[in-house]
């Protein structure tokens, strides 16, 4: 058979025509979606701390660090909405580009876990000489407990914002990666991608095609849950003093300065705290409505 035969086999076999006037099937996940009140739920808490990070150089001061030592110690109220610290710097211009900080980091994890996660978990799964070896250093990683080894890292680098984004990029790549490897050792036996195979397709036109489009579903999910981890890391390592260098405001450096002062102005603490809790939150419920619409096991339960 020529290679042009072959492709076109494939494709028939693998990528059947759509029927006419049938809807593409995402219209009907993002309905089932938008239908799911958990999932919406999460997407408007998350949704009001993104914008908050978008528009923190127009809704707030653009100095989160200016000082003045006559409004230290203001209560929530009045010209300040959320009081003010013992510098007497905006709790609410700092809390807005701490939340910036956040979702820039949390981004950059994802993103990293998405690429690296992806290319070794696939690589594991498919080419079965690599499994063995990738996934032992999947588990020696995997064997020490995530914040742990997110401060060991930290420590041994130093603190910044970078260090951070990596240091979390290493603690969760192989937990990332092993979703990924689970999925592609199923889909590496289904029909379609055998029938790819007698097909004469590669290996990457195999994967890239066929196997990594239908192994997104369980990938999205674990990315949404990683973000929320991934924020919640990035405060603790800050709070502990091995995330962004003070007086850059982040969520656990605000807390960590607030604790000497939890008496007199418990606002210091509390209110990056809360917002943390808000921001974890909406990610979980986000994380949970796409597991519930788009794992197919559960749709068949409900």
């Known amino acids: 058979m020529s290679e042009t035969g072959a492709l076109k086999l494939e494709a028939a076999l693998a990528e059947p025509e759509a029927e006419p006037g049938r809807r593409h099937p995402g219209w009907a996940t993002l309905r089932r979606l938008f239908r799911h009140r958990l999932f919406v739920t999460g997407?408007?808490?998350?949704?009001?701390?993104?914008?908050?990070?978008?528009?923190?150089?127009?809704?707030?001061?653009?100095?989160?660090?200016?000082?003045?030592?006559?409004?230290?110690?203001?209560?929530?109220?009045?010209?300040?909405?959320?009081?003010?610290?013992?510098?007497?710097?905006?709790?609410?211009?700092?809390?807005?580009?701490?939340?910036?900080?956040?979702?820039?980091?949390?981004?950059?994890?994802?993103?990293?876990?998405?690429?690296f996660g992806t290319l070794i978990g696939a690589a594991a799964?498919?080419?079965?000489?690599?499994?063995?070896?990738?996934?032992?250093?999947?588990?020696?990683?995997?064997?020490?407990?995530?914040i742990l080894l997110a401060i060991g890292v930290t420590a041994m680098l130093g603190p910044s914002t970078a260090n951070v984004i990596l240091a979390l990029g290493i603690v969760y790549i192989p937990r990332t990666a092993r979703i990924v490897r689970a999925s592609v050792i199923v889909l590496r036996e289904m029909e379609y991608v055998q029938a790819a195979v007698a097909a004469g397709a590669g290996?990457?036109?195999?994967?890239?095609?066929?196997?990594?489009?239908?192994a997104m579903a369980p990938m999205i999910v674990q990315l949404s849950f990683l973000?929320?981890?991934?924020v919640l890391s990035e405060a603790t390592l800050s709070f502990l003093g091995l995330g962004a260098v003070p007086p850059t405001p982040t969520w656990g450096n605000i807390?960590?300065?607030?604790?000497?002062?939890?008496?007199?102005?418990?606002?210091?603490?509390a209110i990056p705290g809360v917002t943390l809790m808000i921001t974890v939150l909406g990610l979980n419920m986000l994380g949970?409505?796409?597991?519930?619409?788009?794992?197919p096991r559960l749709r068949i339960q409900q």
């Open 43 to 115: 997407l408007v808490l998350f949704g009001i701390i993104a914008f908050m990070a978008a528009a923190a150089p127009w809704i707030t001061d653009a100095n989160p660090n200016r000082l003045s030592m006559r409004n230290k110690f203001l209560p929530p109220g009045g010209d300040w909405v959320m009081g003010t610290d013992n510098f007497g710097r905006s709790l609410w211009s700092r809390v807005v580009w701490g939340a910036r900080l956040s979702v820039i980091i949390g981004i950059s994890v994802v993103a990293l876990n998405a690429v």
């Open 125 to 146: 799964g498919y080419f079965r000489r690599l499994d063995n070896v990738l996934m032992r250093v999947n588990d020696a990683l995997m064997a020490f407990p995530a």
């Open 203 to 214: 290996h990457w036109r195999i994967l890239r095609h066929h196997i990594l489009p239908n």
């Open 227 to 230: 973000f929320a981890y991934a």
């Open 255 to 269: 807390m960590a300065e607030g604790r000497d002062f939890m008496r007199d102005a418990p606002w210091i603490i």
């Open 288 to 295: 949970d409505g796409l597991r519930d619409v788009l794992d």
